[in-house]
């Protein structure tokens, strides 16, 4: 089906008559196009799919003019937005291959896209959800599937957990899915894209991403530890500029966070343009995919060894030990992570 360039009167005053456009591939949840107007090459972005594409287009554009405070650009430029019509025209970008050593300047950039928030911007976008209770339930009854160890303690660690990361300081500019295909890699730096899941809260629960391996994401990275190291302190650097403040305590909360709540344990399927989440522990355990598993003894390893040493934790730390040993021992042919992106 043929769809026509939803560029109307409204924007043809601001911007001009497009001379060409082409159709670019997209998620269902929105249509794009590039397109040449008089004087540049820009991107137009359409949010479509559901009853709550208006919500979806209203973050995203409030996100992106948060995100243009930036001393040195973390997003493409907005030339133009179609309320009406849920459209928001972009300066485009080339991207190209990112470097071996890539999550260095993606961490440096990330922190300065969390910083342009201010606490004045309360109410502008939701604030971040974290794990929940059925989360933390449902990721007991998938130790209980693989038959690892449960103490008693662990179900009050992951209570405790729960209710830290929901009471976790912050108002940082969080992305909501800023994953490898969601950032431009460009001559003049990294640009995020697509904030259509952006909320205001602790920049952690994304700087997390890195060690516990792109949790909203169709692919996960596993980055050698001098590398995340690297990475981290370049997060931790370019937010004390932002800022002059230092990132406050709490990666391995974020890390166990996301463990509970993260992609291994859920599938998302959009029907209808809500999420409907079925998760592993409440069917057939041989549901899950072999990338799912994948993703899931990636993230036991990381969450067990960061909390080894932290007393609010360490019956988690057991527990994924246990877990993980469990799962290499039921699928031997489980390969690690990739080291780079695709």
């Known amino acids: ?24 591939d997209s998620s269902p949840r929105s249509r794009v196009w590039r397109i040449e107007l008089p004087t540049a090459t820009a991107v137009v972005k359409q949010s479509v799919g559901g009853a709550d594409a ?58 300065r896209l969390h910083a342009t928030a201010r606490p004045e911007d309360a109410g502008e976008l939701p604030r971040w959800q ?13 130790a209980v599937a693989l038959e690892a160890p449960v103490t008693p303690g662990v179900s009050g660690e992951l209570q405790d957990l729960v209710n830290r990361l929901d009471q976790a300081p912050g108002h940082a500019l969080l992305h909501g899915d800023p994953c490898p295909g969601n950032d431009l890699h460009t001559a003049t730096g990294i640009r995020f894209i697509d904030f259509e899941q952006a ?16 949790p909203t994401c169709w692919c996960v990275t596993s ?34 966070g996301w463990l509970l709540r993260g992609d291994a344990l859920v599938q998302r399927a959009h029907r209808g343009g809500k999420d409907h989440l079925a998760r592993i522990p409440d069917q057939d355990w041989e549901w899950g995919t072999a990338t ?48 780079q992106r695709p």
């Open 130 to 142: 974290g794990p929940n209770q059925a989360d933390a339930d449902a990721f007991l009854r998938l």
């Open 292 to 339: 799912a598993r994948q993703r899931l003894v990636h993230r036991l390893g990381v969450v067990s060894r960061l909390t080894a040493d932290d007393p609010a934790l360490s019956g988690l730390s057991t527990l994924c030990t246990a877990m993980r040993r469990r799962m290499l021992a039921r699928w031997s042919t489980l390969r690690p992570v990739p080291a």
């Open 223 to 256: 980055a050698a530890e001098p590398l995340l190291e690297r990475a981290e302190q370049a997060y931790r650097t370019a937010w004390r500029a932002a800022t002059g403040s230092d990132i406050p305590d709490g990666l391995t909360d974020a890390c166990a």
């Open 54 to 111: 208006g919500e979806r287009f209203a973050r995203e554009v409030a996100a992106m003019r948060c995100a243009a405070r930036a001393e040195s650009p973390v997003v493409p430029a907005v030339l133009a937005t179609d309320p009406a019509r849920r459209v928001l025209v972009l300066e485009h970008l080339e991207h190209r291959r990112p470097a071996a050593d890539w999550i260095v300047d993606y961490a440096d950039a990330l922190a």
């Open 1 to 24: 089906m043929l769809l026509r360039l939803p560029f109307g009167d409204r924007l043809r005053a601001e911007l001009g008559a497009p001379r060409s456009s082409r159709r670019l």
């Open 199 to 214: 909320s205001l809260g602790s920049g952690l629960m994304e700087l997390a991403y890195l060690r516990i391996g792109f």
